[in-house]
């Protein structure tokens, strides 16, 4: 599975992003796909995830400001983020779960939340 994620740039305070990850294959087909950040210096932290069946879950941090979807017919998932904070900032990565359970990553689009 590829993933190549996009959307990302530079947003002031209060604005909002939304972020595609566009998938090589049927979406669909995976277990689960999910968006997860890494900012500097710091580990790589879940974000939001949805899975096959369309649950999805999100971290404290973003809960009520982020919404997490999926376009089957286009095997994208999307990341809407409203609200932004400075906190916000980091390189985001995309990420799939496949049905055996392998996990493939994305290159990461960076998103610098600043005045």
């Known amino acids: 599975v590829q993933l190549q994620a996009s959307g990302g740039g530079l947003v002031q305070p209060g604005g909002s992003l939304r972020l595609s990850c566009a998938a090589s294959?049927?979406?669909?087909?995976?277990?689960?796909m999910g968006w997860y950040r890494q900012a500097p210096g710091k580990l790589r932290d879940l974000v939001a995830r949805?899975?096959?069946?369309?649950?999805?879950n999100y971290s404290d941090s973003v809960k009520g400001r982020a919404t997490i979807s999926k376009d089957n017919a286009k095997n994208t998932v999307y990341l809407q983020m409203n609200s932004l904070k400075p906190e916000d900032t980091a390189l985001y990565y995309c990420?799939?779960?496949?049905?055996?359970?392998?996990?493939?990553w994305g290159q990461g689009t960076q998103v610098t939340v600043s005045s």
């Open positions: 990420n799939a779960v496949s049905r055996d359970w392998r996990i493939y």
């Open positions: 294959t049927s979406i669909s087909s995976v277990n689960a």
């Open positions: 949805v899975t096959s069946g369309g649950s999805t």
